[in-house]
């Protein structure tokens, strides 16, 4: 199919989609293929197959997830398909990317556990209609030995330290499992058994999206386009948001904890986090950048606008309105100081994610012994998020942006650090 022989309307709707798909992505590799592709659903009417995969490896889906599951949904607003691979196979192994150590593997229990509450909340933005769900060890589990042997030999080594994480603990000395070897060709073999299109990802995820490219070609099917898109930094404005560093902001949380949360993102971020992570509409994220700039619009107000669209997005306009009047009834209004400081609370300090508030105010440096901090409990000087500590032995479960205050000049903002929670 060539591009003088559609049609102006056709040339049009390719234009349009074109527009769209490549909103704020990375890369298209390559991009005249895309096009071509994009031609094809056009002019014959069969929607793209478009693959994201997904690790149950914790059991919920985080912000910096829904960059992908937003462009995701753009897709099938243009009438294509979705192909979401829950990777219950692949999850039992642990996709090495960006770490520096081998990952622990999962049980067969938690991979089930973990994707039954994945397909919950993928329909929160995707249309269940137009979204098919699969489970990778459909094509995976059957494989027999002499067909994985098969598999590995299409692929050389010096390849598979191409990757960059592979190639830090290969020089670094760190032991690299064989298996781990195998993830990228688990992933792209997902690609083969599905004759997937387009397959979106982070773009850490660069290496792995290629695979399904090169084994497709290997096993005789048209090799699929691959698109990367950003990776959205957690709340401490530095590393990629992960529940492992208690950065992030999970979209099944309580609506006030969204919203809190969403008000802790660095300014800096603001914009980054409405145009990838949310429905906003582009002309008004280019008013919200304009008066910011112009100085028309107040950080906090667009912070606010942020914090209300999240939560509106997973909870309903109701939940969001609701947040929002919690947040100014008890931060705004209690005119909390605009320099309170960070304190980053240490994994190994909690217990089943818990900490009892004896021990975090003497960890705050708020008390300097337990009887002091029993002693402001009882005054009704302790307040978590604005609302007043009574009981004495009360456990807390800490997030992220957590607002800690006692009396009437402590304050502290809780930065969770990793060793807490499994990365998803």
Same mark, same amino acid.
């Given at each position: 199919?060539?591009?003088?022989?559609?049609?102006?309307?056709?040339?049009q709707?390719?234009?349009?989609?074109?527009?769209?798909?490549?909103?704020?992505?990375?890369?298209?590799?390559?991009?005249?293929?895309?096009?071509?592709?994009?031609?094809?659903?056009?002019?014959?009417?069969?929607?793209?197959?478009?693959?994201?995969?997904?690790?149950?490896?914790?059991?919920?889906?985080?912000?910096?997830?829904?960059?992908?599951?937003?462009?995701?949904?753009?897709?099938?607003?243009?009438?294509?398909?979705?192909?979401?691979?829950?990777?219950?196979?692949?999850?039992?192994?642990?996709?090495?990317?960006?770490?520096?150590?081998?990952?622990?593997?999962?049980?067969?229990?938690?991979?089930?556990?973990?994707?039954?509450?994945?397909?919950?909340?993928?329909?929160?933005?995707?249309?269940?209609?137009?979204?098919?769900?699969?489970?990778?060890?459909?094509?995976?589990?059957?494989?027999?030995?002499?067909?994985?042997?098969?598999?590995?030999?299409?692929?050389?080594?010096?390849?598979?330290?191409e990757?960059?994480?592979?190639?830090?603990?290969?020089?670094?000395?760190?032991?690299?499992?064989?298996?781990?070897?195998?993830?990228?060709?688990?992933?792209?073999?997902?690609?083969?058994?599905?004759?997937t299109?387009?397959? %979106?990802? *982070?773009?850490?995820?660069?290496?792995?999206?290629?695979?399904g490219?090169? =084994?497709?070609?290997?096993? !005789?099917? /048209? &090799?699929?386009?691959?698109?990367?898109?950003?990776?959205?930094?957690?709340?401490?404005?530095?590393?990629?948001?992960?529940?492992?560093?208690?950065?992030?902001?999970?979209?099944?949380?309580?609506?006030?904890?969204?919203?809190?949360?969403?008000?802790?993102?660095?300014?800096e971020?603001?914009?980054?986090?409405?145009?990838?992570?949310?429905?906003?509409?582009?002309?008004?994220?280019?008013?919200?950048?304009?008066?910011?700039?112009?100085?028309?619009?107040?950080?906090?107000?667009?912070?606010?606008?942020l914090?209300h669209?999240?939560?509106?997005?997973?909870?309903?306009?109701?939940?969001?309105?609701?947040?929002?009047?919690?947040?100014?009834?008890?931060?705004?209004?209690?005119?909390?100081?605009?320099?309170?400081?960070?304190?980053? %609370?240490? *994994?190994e300090?909690l217990?089943?994610?818990?900490?009892?508030?004896?021990? =975090?105010?003497?960890?705050? !440096?708020? /008390? &300097?012994?337990?009887?002091?901090?029993?002693?402001?409990?009882?005054?009704?000087?302790?307040?978590?998020?604005?609302?007043?500590?009574?009981?004495i032995?009360?456990?807390?479960?800490?997030?992220?942006?957590?607002?800690?205050?006692?009396?009437?000049?402590?304050?502290?903002?809780?930065?969770?650090?990793?060793?807490?929670?499994?990365?998803?």
């Amino acid at each position: 199919m060539r591009w003088e022989d559609l049609t102006s309307s056709q040339q049009q709707e390719v234009e349009h989609q074109m527009e769209v798909i490549s909103r704020g992505a990375v890369e298209m590799v390559p991009a005249d293929e895309l096009k071509q592709k994009v031609m094809n659903a056009v002019v014959s009417g069969k929607p793209l197959g478009v693959k994201l995969g997904l690790d149950p490896t914790a059991p919920d889906l985080h912000v910096g997830h829904t960059v992908v599951l937003q462009k995701l949904r753009q897709f099938q607003e243009l009438g294509h398909r979705v192909q979401l691979i829950i990777g219950d196979f692949t999850g039992r192994i642990g996709d090495p990317t960006g770490k520096s150590e081998t990952r622990k593997q999962l049980s067969e229990e938690d991979v089930k556990h973990n994707a039954q509450t994945y397909k919950r909340q993928i329909y929160k933005l995707l249309d269940p209609e137009k979204t098919e769900v699969y489970f990778n060890s459909e094509w995976l589990a059957p494989m027999t030995f002499a067909e994985v042997i098969h598999l590995s030999a299409k692929v050389t080594v010096a390849r598979m330290l191409e990757r960059d994480d592979f190639t830090k603990r290969y020089h670094g000395g760190l032991p690299i499992s064989i298996h781990e070897f195998f993830y990228p060709l688990m992933q792209g073999m997902d690609s083969v058994a599905l004759n997937t299109d387009v397959e %979106l990802g *982070g773009t850490d995820q660069k290496f792995n999206l290629l695979m399904g490219r090169t =084994l497709q070609k290997e096993y !005789g099917k /048209a &090799a699929q386009v691959i698109m990367t898109m950003p990776l959205i930094e957690g709340l401490d404005g530095v590393q990629k948001m992960s529940k492992s560093l208690g950065n992030y902001i999970g979209i099944d949380e309580e609506p006030n904890n969204i919203y809190g949360k969403a008000m802790s993102v660095p300014d800096e971020l603001m914009l980054k986090y409405l145009e990838l992570a949310t429905d906003m509409a582009d002309h008004e994220c280019v008013e919200l950048k304009d008066g910011l700039i112009q100085g028309r619009i107040h950080p906090r107000d667009a912070k606010m606008r942020l914090a209300h669209t999240l939560t509106r997005m997973y909870h309903g306009l109701e939940a969001a309105d609701a947040a929002q009047q919690h947040f100014v009834t008890v931060f705004q209004q209690r005119t909390l100081p605009g320099d309170i400081k960070d304190f980053i %609370l240490p *994994g190994e300090e909690l217990e089943n994610g818990k900490i009892q508030i004896i021990k =975090l105010l003497t960890l705050l !440096g708020f /008390a &300097a012994s337990n009887a002091e901090a029993r002693r402001s409990i009882q005054q009704n000087a302790v307040r978590w998020n604005g609302e007043k500590i009574i009981e004495i032995d009360s456990d807390m479960t800490p997030q992220t942006g957590d607002i800690i205050q006692m009396g009437k000049r402590k304050f502290a903002r809780l930065r969770l650090s990793s060793g807490h929670t499994h990365d998803v």
